[in-house]
């Protein structure tokens, strides 16, 4: 970036060499390198918003971001290959003409003691701004060098150091380093002076600093006083695995989609619960559906709820929109004698939600980390961070959809007296009491602790609050996702302190009326910070497990329940006789996906008896864009409405339907999903699948018998071409030859096509393969290539380019 200064440029090789600070080279009168790159970088004004809402003005970090400088992140860099880095000034905020300066150590032998003035390098004489005193415009960039693999770079942030008299760093008022063992303050939690916040997207790092001692009463704790951004070639040299987070802006869930992430022995109940909401088209995740949480409005209409005077009625900027969202349904198959949610808004976006729960002898049985990430999110990091002067465990979370959400759980212990604060890992280690149990989470932690320390601050006013200080709060390995498939749990571990073996112990039901079968094993790991095992369950509806290291008391514990088979029906309108599940055998076919366990229910209908199944854990949908149809065997004394449930809001009267008739002994179906109909007789595209529904209905006036059972239920992508995957055209028999033929045939068309599509059946009706075939479009034919077909009669149906259809048969030998 070229400028114009209307200063007077000289030369300081005789000043320079009279310092004992190095130097990058020479600078003007007003400090301004004349080292800087050329050109300089263009920071947007997206990044400067970045920055602002990670780093906000006058929100000091201790009270709205304290897992900067509480939970162990690193505040200097870590090379681990051979890279080129530079530093870039983004802004300053500060009074004082400071200058910032850097050391490097080896990283496995970092310095004891604060590094001499021959150690420091200076990057810029004078962090100050064009207009403000010194010479600097954003996006001013300065390479510090090359470094090797096994470097560490501190930093160092002389405090009003710029002489502008003498156009010379001077002493200044107190140096300030990254590594907070060197800082002047006698306090150690007032030590941290910077903070590093990962950028991965745009592959930098944000450097801010505070520059005014923290034990003084004048200092904001804002930490943006100087703020920069470090770069390398390559960004992937850079450790960052121990970094903060910059905030991003994004949308973050419903309070009233939380409270049952850890499900317990409630799968079936939380199915059912899921199932009437799908049915219901519930929607009160909806922030048009949500009314305003006022405090004095809710209270004057009699709401007694005593959880609400603890919740703030806004977020940090005092401008956010507070709406009610809280899910009253957990209120029957939780431990929850109250709950109250609300959801926070700014502009278009839900940025933070609370659910608050009281309950009586124990805490709230759900925590928010525990089994999201085995539900398709993950558990990027767990920390614990101290705010207020207690200690809460914080996560992050990210979802399937790619959303980050940052959380805080902890629990108050209402005494008679002083309350107590507790937030543990794993729901065992709480006290019994009676609690209020608080989980918050955000799109940013600024936001969430907004909400706790309005939490946290009643609770000490009203009664005092007190809390005891523990260590090893979280376990030093833990599964950050994880997955059941077809008989095998399959996790992706993080291991902060390089172990090379974990205990694995299970508790694993294979039906959901089985008994429980306990597994230990132990599995080595590798050592890296991230890596995946497998661990073979078979066929299983639920699994309780842990890990847990040597060398650490704190196990990381799970649950995880497949998708249950449930029952919904009106007790005045069935009544249920036998309701039996039993285990099928798992099959790895890549090109299914089957539904684990097979179930039977009899007894006595006069309304109608709905058995469902939710085909993925938790409130996942399967995606179902690479399947054609469902398959499954049955024997059903009543005509049986199968139901396909999407992620969608959907009326249930206008339900995707098939109706199969009675089949008195055991029947084999492959419907497409194109024979499924609305209510109006419409094909509906199905490209996701919540929830399966058998019907059995009556006419509510005759009570009627009933059995159903159905086996081996499974999504393909080889199934019966459907009437409606077609034109109407009449079917036309072809011929080809060879045949029969042992590896490849020739069929004859009967017009030119460029493109078919044929399915292949043995004489049993199955699906055997299925292939898109480019052809000789001017010679009528297509070569047909078998895939290893055992020898047999097979047949086979084929869709040309124009939707005609044909079929044939051939003999393998």
Not at 372 to 377: A, E, G, P, Q, V
Not at 724 to 749: A, E, G, H, R, W
Not at 764 to 781: A, C, E, F, L
Request: with cysteine; hydrophobic share 35%; aromatic share 10%.
């Amino acid at each position: 970036m070229k400028k114009i200064l209307l200063i007077t440029f000289f030369t300081i090789t005789t000043l320079l060499n009279a310092q004992t600070y190095n130097y990058l080279g020479e600078y003007t009168s007003d400090g301004t390198p004349l080292y800087l790159e050329n050109p300089g970088d263009n920071v947007s004004v997206e990044t400067l918003q970045m920055i602002d809402d990670s780093l906000p003005e006058s929100y000091p970090v201790p009270d709205y971001n304290p897992q900067y400088i509480t939970s162990g992140y690193e505040t200097d860099i870590r090379i681990e290959a051979k890279a080129d880095v530079w530093v870039t000034f983004v802004a300053e905020g500060a009074g004082y003409r400071n200058v910032l300066g850097f050391y490097t150590y080896p990283l496995d032998n970092p310095p004891t003691t604060n590094p001499s003035k021959e150690d420091i390098t200076i990057i810029f004489p004078n962090v100050s701004a064009l207009g403000s005193g010194g010479g600097l415009q954003v996006g001013d960039k300065v390479k510090l060098g090359t470094f090797e693999a096994g470097t560490g770079i501190g930093w160092v942030l002389l405090a009003n150091a710029w002489n502008s008299r003498n156009q010379n760093v001077g002493e200044g008022l107190w140096k300030l380093y990254s590594n907070p063992n060197f800082n002047p303050e006698a306090k150690e939690e007032l030590r941290h002076h910077n903070v590093l916040l990962a950028d991965p997207d745009n592959e930098r790092i944000i450097l801010g600093f505070e520059d005014i001692r923290r034990d003084k009463s004048s200092c904001d704790n804002d930490f943006n006083d100087a703020i920069f951004y470090v770069t390398a070639n390559p960004y992937s040299a850079i450790n960052t695995k121990n970094c903060a987070d910059i905030s991003e802006s994004n949308n973050i869930t419903s309070g009233n989609d939380g409270g049952l992430e850890s499900n317990g022995s409630l799968a079936n109940l939380i199915a059912k619960r899921n199932f009437k909401r799908k049915k219901e088209a519930h929607n009160l995740n909806l922030r048009a559906k949500q009314k305003d949480f006022k405090k004095s409005n809710l209270q004057a209409k009699g709401n007694t709820n005593s959880l609400i005077s603890y919740l703030p009625e806004t977020g940090m900027y005092q401008t956010e929109i507070a709406k009610v969202s809280s899910p009253d349904d957990l209120l029957s198959i939780t431990n929850a004698k109250e709950i109250f949610s609300v959801d926070y808004y700014k502009d278009d976006k839900r940025v933070s939600a609370v659910l608050a729960t009281k309950t009586e002898g124990s805490i709230y049985d759900h925590s928010k980390m525990i089994c999201d990430r085995l539900n398709n999110s993950s558990l990027e990091d767990i920390r614990t961070v101290t705010t207020r002067g207690h200690q809460i465990i914080s996560s992050k979370i990210k979802r399937a959809t790619g959303e980050k959400e940052y959380t805080l759980s902890f629990s108050i212990k209402l005494n008679k007296g002083e309350n107590e604060l507790y937030s543990f890992w794993n729901i065992d280690q709480y006290p019994k009491g009676d609690y209020q149990n608080f989980q918050i989470w955000g799109s940013s932690f600024s936001q969430v602790f907004a909400i706790a320390n309005f939490i946290i601050d009643k609770h000490t006013e009203e009664s005092g609050l007190k809390s005891v200080r523990k260590e090893n709060l979280t376990p030093n390995v833990f599964v950050k996702s994880g997955a059941y498939t077809n008989g095998f749990l399959k996790l992706t571990i993080v291991n902060k302190t390089k172990e090379s073996q974990i205990n694995f112990e299970g508790n694993i039901s294979r039906t959901e009326i089985a008994n429980t079968n306990n597994v230990k094993t132990s599995l080595a790991l590798s050592g890296e910070y991230e890596e995946e095992i497998t661990i073979e369950t078979g066929v299983l509806f639920d699994i309780g497990f842990s890990i847990q290291t040597n060398n650490n008391d704190q196990k990381d514990a799970l649950y995880l329940a497949d998708g249950p088979w449930g029952l919904d029906y009106l007790e005045e309108y069935a009544s249920i006789n036998d309701f039996y599940i039993d285990a099928n055998k798992a099959d790895n076919k890549e090109e299914i996906h089957q539904i684990d366990r097979n179930v039977s229910v009899s007894g006595t209908v006069k309304g109608n008896v709905n058995l469902f199944r939710h085909v993925l854990p938790g409130d996942l949908t399967l995606d179902v864009t690479n399947y054609e149809a469902l398959q499954f065997k049955t024997q059903n004394s009543q005509p049986v409405e199968i139901v396909i449930m999407q992620e969608e809001k959907r009326d249930w009267n206008n339900r995707i339907r098939y109706t199969i008739p009675v089949n008195q002994s055991e029947k084999e179906y492959n419907i497409p999903f194109n024979d499924f109909k609305d209510a109006t007789g419409k094909t509906v595209a199905i490209t996701n699948i919540k929830t399966l529904v058998f019907s059995v209905i009556s006419n509510y006036e005759d009570t009627i018998p009933f059995s159903l059972n159905i086996k081996e239920v499974s999504f393909g992508a080889n199934m019966v071409l459907s009437n409606n995957d077609f034109s109407t055209n009449t079917i036309q028999k072809v011929k080809n030859y060879p045949n029969p033929f042992t590896n490849k045939t020739t069929i004859q068309l009967s017009s030119n096509s460029k493109l078919v599509k044929i399915q292949v059946f043995d004489l049993m009706g199955r699906v055997v393969d299925v292939q898109n075939i480019n052809t000789d479009s001017s010679k009528k034919r297509v070569q047909y290539k078998a895939p290893n077909l055992k020898t047999g009669i097979y047949k086979y149906q084929l869709k040309d380019d124009k939707n005609k259809i044909h079929s044939g048969t051939f003999i393998v030998q």
